[in-house]
């Protein structure tokens, strides 16, 4: 009985984990946006606006990739 316990409470735990994990993820995601927003507001070049485009973009195909590989 206490082992069954203790697998939904860790079931539980790795439930709200991810749930955490993927709240801030899409913080972040709409950070990254503004920022990219931000950056256009304020004028920069272009060539460094589209830098902070390709990053996100890259950064995104690469969680993608690594999600393969996760358990």
């Not at 409470?9 to 993927?22: H, K, T, W, Y």
Request: glycine share 2%; net charge positive; hydrophobic share 35%.
């Amino acid at each position: 009985m206490k082992n069954n316990k203790s697998l939904k409470n860790e079931g539980l735990f790795s439930m709200a984990d991810r749930f955490v994990a993927d709240f801030f993820d899409h913080l972040k995601r709409g950070a990254t946006d503004q920022m990219i927003k931000k950056a256009e507001k304020a004028n920069l070049p272009p060539p460094v606006v589209q830098k902070l485009i390709d990053i996100d973009r890259e950064v995104k195909e690469l969680e993608k990739s690594l999600k393969k590989y996760e358990k």
